[in-house]
């Protein structure tokens, strides 16, 4: 094997083990969810990144990281449609999950900055005053997002045999705010550049696309833990379509228009789920 290879197959070897592990392991015993396992290894991560990257920060960075998470833990205490599983089943409140959101949300977001200030994949202009290029990405978001949004809603009320039962609208809003950022931070921001950090001297002419996919697929199947243990040629097949359907385009939004365009695209997504009561 050319040495080039090695590094990339034993990252994609050791993510891989920790899905089978998991789901070997998650039909004896209770684990954490696999989106729990990954967060808290992004947010590691994060910080030993800022060990060495802290002085390529600015002071606009960590006040926008503190601002991100202080909503973010704020807005949890105050949800009424979006629910989180109790953190590795021993956070079970809203106040210990407004928290650990918060602070996960703070120290993914100055890691993903630190990796953005070595050249990473993802610009977050906000952080940089770029105030026009952060307006049009989030319209783009939006407009991309709009659609599948209501694709999504439309999708859920068939796979699960309900109808539609509307929701405040201003909740809606608001609690989307959750999923929309923490996991576009985590995993667009944060994971991405980790993963990016890692290939870029062994691929550095492929690992911007390869790294992006990786934490794309990351993201996706984390969310069929069940399905998995149950039937996991389903879920893979599931995972594959949703992934080319909801996880490609903020993929492409985040590289091309910045991580508000992700965010913009995910938080729609929630929107519409929750306003229509799924």
């Known amino acids: 094997m050319n040495k080039r290879y090695i590094i990339p197959v034993l990252l994609i070897g050791a993510i891989l083990l920790i899905f089978l592990g998991r789901m070997l392991l998650a039909v004896r015993f209770t684990l954490p969810h696999t989106f729990h396992l990954f967060d808290t290894i992004t947010v590691a991560g994060s910080t030993l990144v800022l060990q060495r990257g802290y002085r390529n920060l600015r002071r606009q960075d960590w006040i926008l990281a503190l601002v991100m998470g202080m909503v973010i833990g704020t807005g949890m205490l105050f949800t009424t449609l979006y629910s989180s599983y109790p953190f590795f089943g021993v956070v079970p409140s809203k106040f210990g999950q407004a928290w650990v959101r918060g602070i996960f949300t703070f120290f993914a977001t100055l890691g993903g900055l630190a990796i953005m200030r070595q050249g990473g994949p993802v610009q977050f202009h906000t952080a940089n005053g770029n105030w026009r290029d952060m307006s049009r990405g989030i319209l783009v978001g939006l407009a991309v997002g709009l659609p599948l949004a209501v694709v999504n809603a439309f999708t859920l009320?068939?796979?699960?045999?309900?109808?539609?039962?509307?929701?405040?609208?201003?909740?809606?809003?608001?609690?989307?705010l959750q999923p929309g950022v923490v996991e576009e931070v985590i995993y667009r921001f944060a994971l991405w550049g980790l993963l990016w950090l890692i290939l870029r001297n062994s691929l550095p002419n492929q690992a911007i696309w390869q790294t992006g996919c990786l934490s794309m697929l990351v993201h996706n199947y984390s969310?069929?833990?069940?399905?998995?243990?149950?039937?996991?040629?389903?879920?893979?097949?599931?995972?594959?379509?949703?992934?080319?359907?909801?996880?490609?385009?903020?993929?492409?939004?985040?590289?091309?228009?910045?991580?508000?365009?992700?965010?913009?695209?995910?938080?729609?997504?929630?929107?519409?789920?929750?306003?229509?009561?799924?």
Request: aromatic share 14%.
């Open 157 to 176: 009320q068939f796979t699960q045999g309900q109808p539609i039962n509307w929701q405040s609208p201003l909740a809606a809003l608001v609690d989307a």
């Open 223 to 278: 969310h069929f833990d069940d399905l998995f243990i149950q039937s996991p040629l389903t879920a893979l097949g599931m995972g594959a379509v949703l992934a080319l359907i909801w996880g490609l385009p903020p993929l492409l939004l985040s590289y091309r228009r910045g991580l508000e365009s992700a965010i913009a695209f995910h938080w729609i997504q929630d929107v519409a789920r929750f306003l229509a009561g799924f």
